[in-house]
């Protein structure tokens, strides 16, 4: 099971609404696109065309993770994750979550969980994640199983949490870090040097305000 952007926002924003707003689920074509496409709680924020969401329906149908319903009046579609892929509602909960937001921390998980699945405290949220990562990749004996379903990315420099992403569109893909800047250096090309130069400066600067500061008081003491 590899899922494309377009796939993924599709699912996930099938999950919310049926946790969310279970009077208007199942979803049409166009409550989809409007789903899909909504500003608030989607990283980044898409404007998908009606076709592309269409396409995406048809690739989910094939690997039997949404089903259409055709008793109305247009195509309703719903989401079959749970059944497919076994999972309990605080594993939806999060799985949905890191779809329609990307790589997050478990913080930020449970604060923006609080429609989908209310999780008791900040380890139940890490349970989740655990439980998912660790779950055994198909064998013989158990043909069904998916492998694992979440994974914990290198931590960014400055953050005091690691984040965690869905292995739904296959391997994790961590972002190269960023390189450092180049130093410049003087035309001798000894950054030592030009270190050297910047400190007497301020040491220059610091000798000029002491002697300004003394002029002032000495001309403060005069006109007094």
Not at 60 to 66: C, G, I, K, R
Not at 97 to 120: K, N, V, W
Not at 158 to 164: F, K, P, Q
Not at 197 to 210: D, K, N, P, R, Y
């Amino acid at each position: 099971m590899v899922l494309d952007p377009v796939q993924t926002r599709v699912l996930g924003s099938l999950i919310e609404k049926e946790i969310t707003t279970p009077e208007a689920y199942p979803l049409s074509l166009n409550a989809l696109v409007n789903a899909c496409n909504q500003k608030s709680s989607r990283e980044p924020v898409l404007s998908l065309a009606e076709d592309e969401v269409r396409q995406a329906l048809h690739a989910l149908e094939d690997q039997d993770l949404v089903s259409t319903l055709h008793d109305a009046r247009v195509p309703k579609y719903e989401h079959r994750i749970r059944t497919v892929l076994n999972l309990r509602r605080d594993e939806t909960a999060v799985l949905c979550l890191l779809m329609l937001r990307g790589p997050q921390t478990p913080g930020e998980l449970r604060s923006r969980s609080e429609r989908l699945y209310a999780f008791d405290d900040l380890s139940a949220v890490q349970t989740t994640l655990d439980r998912l990562a660790a779950r055994e990749p198909a064998s013989e004996s158990s043909p069904s199983s998916t492998g694992p379903l979440t994974a914990v990315l290198p931590r960014q420099p400055g953050s005091r949490e690691a984040r965690y992403t869905h292995l739904l569109s296959g391997e994790a893909v961590v972002p190269a870090a960023a390189p450092l800047p180049a130093v410049q250096t003087t035309g001798d090309g000894s950054a030592a040097q030009r270190f050297a130069e910047i400190e007497a400066e301020l040491a220059a600067l610091s000798s000029t305000l002491q002697a300004l500061q003394a002029r002032i008081e000495r001309l403060e003491a005069e006109a007094s």
